[in-house]
């Protein structure tokens, strides 16, 4: 007799996990915390009130600076790779909240990470989206459907003050811009479940710049559609990320 | 020992019931949709659509109107004295009619004929230069140029938000009341994409039906079509979608079509081919609106051409017809008008209706 109860209540129990199994899954995340912080050459970057040398020799003002960062993936030792689900953030150095944002990541141990500056081709051909792709956003171009995958605003520090404006968008052949970002941890991090690790991810402006192309303001002042010139920024600014700090 | 049995039996049967009943909970019910959904209807003829009303963008009655409204609405231009339907006028099977380029707020000309709009679920992408490549963001771009209606996206979703009868037809949209983009513009993509025109004589007789009969004369132009210019307006929709160079001289020297998107040499000039149905209601015809009449599109036909570099091969011989052949063809021409279409009571402008309460003349009336 009890023996058949304590079958009737292990069916149960069997099924009971069965049926949640998937959000059990779930509780095992646990949290990675990425703040962006964004650089000139070393120093913080500081929207309009301070000047920043280049390599080029001008000096220049920032008055916006914008990017997204997407399909965030860590790769543990055996080189298998977890990606956030819905993986897109805008980051927009005048909107403090957009510099820190969270990541639900399965427990275990992590060598890496690969993410991509911009927005991937499918959500380019994909119709209207919606938070951080909002066209609202305005990193989005209208009359040549595609995003805008990083923006950078200024003027010169000269008698003219001249304005510059680069718009880097393109996602297909010869004009994509897309470029994945790999990053690895000087020392394997460790997610567990109820717990935050926080990381500070650095972005150097300095970079659209310079190498491997050298931008020269009085020059190319304004890209803001896609092409060649959009190509050669996106490969200067695609190394200008690192990782500052992990905990 | 009967009751014995059945407690043994209960005893099997309580699990098994509680299990159903975990699965149950597993998978809630799906919940209750505002509306049954709605379908597109075309001819089985016809390929499937590029855009589908599917689970991204489900079709109903509610979802229709919501875009109707928007579509009517000139508070989407800063000044509030452009809509969508300004340009896109219902009795021009929504082109403009008589505007050669568009005609936009302040009174500001674009450089471009605009287009009717129908079919568009079948169009793989959009403008003359192809320019965008989705039904569900095209709206942005009109809202957003300087010379159309010069209002920003996201001040249009303010306007919108800020409006309390807008929020009963979100409601009955989407279930709740929430405005953003994304429900903007897949109720704009739902009332554009329900706008079929394959009612026409063309297509009545195409599917048979008792009554519809080709004259001879439309009979024997729509021989000659197909000879001579089926291979670009292909049927059943009239065009094959591609962009080319028809040969004419080229008036807006800094438009130089498709090359604007690929930049590439080879598509300086060249245009999408247009559908040739609802010829009768959509005049000016060609991408800078450079014809009113039928005959003068024969006639650059029939002409010496713009001999360009990307030129279509198609255009080196001219055409030559007939004055038999020539009224002919244009009698088939005129079976590609949709009089149901452009009457369709469903793409009326009702915006009085269903915006009446909160509009401010709605004050003056006692």
């Given at each position: ?115 991509m500056i911009g927005v991937d081709s499918l959500h380019n051909v ?15 171009w209208?009359w040549n459907t595609g995003y805008i995958m990083a ?15 680069f718009h880097i968008g393109g996602f297909a052949g010869a004009n994509n811009t897309l470029r994945w ?27 659209w710049?310079?190498?491997p192309n050298?931008i020269?303001?009085?020059?190319t002042?304004v890209v803001t559609m896609e092409g060649a010139d959009a190509v050669r920024i996106a490969d200067n600014y695609a ?9 | ?124 992408a959009?403008?003359?230069d192809g320019a965008?490549n ?109 962009y ?12 130089s079509g498709r090359a604007v998107i690929t930049k590439q040499p080879g598509d300086i000039?060249k ?39 990307t ?56």
């Amino acid at each position: 007799m009890t023996i058949k109860w304590t079958a009737a209540i292990l069916s149960v129990c069997i099924c009971f996990a069965v049926a949640t199994g998937v959000r059990a899954q779930y509780t095992t995340n646990g949290k990675l915390s990425v703040h962006v912080q964004n650089v000139f050459n070393g120093a913080p970057l500081m929207l309009n009130d301070r000047a920043y040398g280049l390599t080029a020799g001008d000096s220049i003002f920032i008055s916006a600076y914008k990017f997204y960062v997407s399909n965030i993936r860590l790769v543990n030792a055996e080189g298998k790779e977890v990606e956030e689900p819905e993986s897109y953030h805008l980051v927009n150095e005048a909107r403090s909240s957009s510099k820190t944002f969270d990541i639900d990541v399965p427990e275990g141990r992590y060598i890496s990470m690969r993410f991509m500056i911009g927005v991937d081709s499918l959500h380019n051909v994909s119709g209207a989206q919606t938070d951080a792709l909002d066209p609202v956003n305005a990193m989005f171009w209208d009359w040549n459907t595609g995003y805008i995958m990083a923006k950078l605003e200024g003027r010169r520090n000269d008698p003219e003050q001249t304005e510059f404006s680069f718009h880097i968008g393109g996602f297909a052949g010869a004009n994509n811009t897309l470029r994945w970002v790999t990053l690895r941890f000087a020392t394997p991090i460790t997610i567990k479940a109820g717990f935050s690790t926080e990381m500070v991810l650095k972005t150097d402006v300095a970079e659209w710049f310079k190498t491997p192309n050298m931008i020269y303001l009085d020059k190319t002042p304004v890209v803001t559609m896609e092409g060649a010139d959009a190509v050669r920024i996106a490969d200067n600014y695609a190394d200008m990320f690192s990782l500052n700090h992990v905990e | 020992m009967w009751s014995k049995k059945f407690v043994r039996i209960v005893k099997f049967v309580m699990p098994c019931f509680l299990l159903a009943l975990l699965f149950i909970y597993a998978c809630p019910p799906e919940i209750a949709r505002p509306e049954k959904q709605w379908q597109l209807h075309y001819p089985d003829s016809w390929s499937e659509p590029v855009y589908k009303f599917d689970k991204n963008n489900k079709l109903t009655k509610a979802g229709f109107e919501l875009g109707r409204t928007l579509f009517y609405d000139r508070r989407l231009s800063r000044n509030g004295t452009i809509s969508c339907g300004s340009c896109h006028q219902q009795f021009a099977a929504f082109a403009h009619i008589d505007h050669p380029t568009s005609h936009g707020i302040d009174n500001k000309l674009g450089t471009r004929n605009t287009p009717p709009l129908f079919n568009l679920n079948w169009q793989p992408a959009f403008f003359w230069d192809g320019a965008v490549n989705h039904l569900e963001v095209q709206p942005i771009s009109p809202m957003q140029n300087p010379v159309e209606m010069d209002e920003t996206l996201a001040n249009v979703v303010d306007k919108v938000a800020g409006d309390t009868a807008y929020k009963r037809l979100f409601k009955a949209a989407y279930g709740d009341e929430k405005v953003n983009s994304q429900r903007m513009l897949k109720a704009l993509a739902q009332f554009m994409g329900m706008m079929v025109s394959c009612n026409s004589k063309y297509d009545k007789v195409m599917r048979k039906e008792i009554g519809a009969e080709f004259t001879q004369s439309e009979a024997n132009g729509l021989v000659i079509f197909r000879n001579k210019c089926a291979s670009c307006h292909k049927e059943p929709l009239f065009t094959d979608y591609t962009y080319r160079n028809n040969g004419l001289t080229p008036k807006f020297k800094t438009d130089s079509g498709r090359a604007v998107i690929t930049k590439q040499p080879g598509d300086i000039y060249k245009f999408r081919v247009p559908s040739l149905r609802n010829l009768k209601y959509t005049w000016p015809y060609m991408h800078d609106g450079r014809f009113n009449e039928l005959e003068q599109v024969l006639d650059h036909y029939a002409g010496e051409k713009f001999r360009s570099a990307t030129m279509d091969p198609a255009m080196q011989m001219r055409l030559y017809l007939t004055a038999t052949e020539r009224k002919d063809l244009l009698a088939f021409l005129g079976t590609l008008n949709d009089k149901e279409f452009v009457k369709d009571e469903r793409f009326k402008d009702l915006t009085g209706q269903t915006l009446q309460s909160d509009h401010p003349h709605s004050f003056d009336k006692k």
